[in-house]
C-alpha cells in the first residue's frame, strides 16, 4: 500500500486491479480506494483469437494484461479463483489463463490476492450465490456508474478488485498515524 497525502491530512489509499480469467474473454478492473470511497480507473475485456492456438492466446491474454499493469501500476492486483468449468479441457485452459494472469501480476510487482466466487460475491452483495445481474447491479451502485459494467466478466473483475480492497482496508489503522496517541 502507498501512503498518499491530501492537504495536511494524511490517508493510505490502494489502487487495486482485478481480473476475473479466461482463455476468450478476461475481464479487468482497476480501481482506487480509500477510506471514505472507491473510485473506477478503467475496466475492459481482452478478447483472444479463438482461431489461434493455445500459446498465441496465452500471448495475448500476457500482452493486454502486461500492458494495463506497466501504464496503471497497481499496488495490488486480485484474481479470482477457477470454481467451476463445463470439462477436464476447460479447466486446464482456464487455469492456464489465471497461470499468466497470476505471473504477470507478479513479474509487474503487485500484492497478489485470490478469492473464491462466493467469497467475492459475499463481500459486494452480501450473498454467497448471487447472480451475475446482481454482481453487476451491486458493482455499478459501489463505483456509481451510469451503467451496469459490460460484459459480465467485467462486472465480475471489478466485483474481486472490490473484495481485495475491502480485505486489505481492515488491515490499515484506524486513524492517521501521525494524529494516533499511544497510551502508556
Not at 16 to 36: A, C, K, Q, W
Not at 42 to 71: C, D, F, H, W
Amino acid at each position: 500500500m502507498k501512503p498518499s497525502h491530501s492537504h495536511s491530512h494524511s490517508f493510505i489509499s490502494a489502487t487495486v486491479m482485478g481480473i476475473d480469467p479466461g482463455l476468450s474473454i478476461t475481464g479487468y478492473g482497476l480501481i482506487r480506494g480509500d477510506r471514505s470511497r472507491i473510485t473506477l480507473i478503467e475496466s475492459g475485456a481482452i478478447r483472444t483469437n479463438s482461431s489461434q492456438g493455445l500459446p498465441a492466446r496465452l500471448k495475448q491474454l500476457y500482452t493486454g494484461l502486461n500492458e494495463v499493469m506497466t501504464t496503471y501500476k497497481p499496488d495490488h492486483v486480485a484474481i479470482e479463483q477457477i470454481f467451476l468449468a463445463q470439462n477436464v479441457s476447460s479447466a486446464m485452459k482456464l487455469g492456464q489463463a489465471r497461470g499468466v494472469a497470476l505471473m504477470t501480476a507478479f513479474a509487474c510487482g503487485a500484492e497478489i490476492g485470490e478469492y473464491s466466487a462466493i467469497e467475492v460475491k459475499k463481500a459486494v452483495v452480501g450473498v454467497g450465490r448471487a447472480s451475475k445481474e446482481q454482481v453487476q447491479i451491486m458493482v455499478q451502485h459501489l463505483l456509481a456508474l451510469k451503467n451496469r459494467p459490460e460484459p459480465a466478466d467485467v462486472a465480475d473483475a471489478l466485483a474481486v478488485a472490490i473484495c481485495h480492497l475491502h480485505t486489505i482496508q481492515s488491515l490499515w489503522p484506524k486513524q492517521p498515524l501521525r494524529n494516533r496517541r499511544f497510551m502508556r
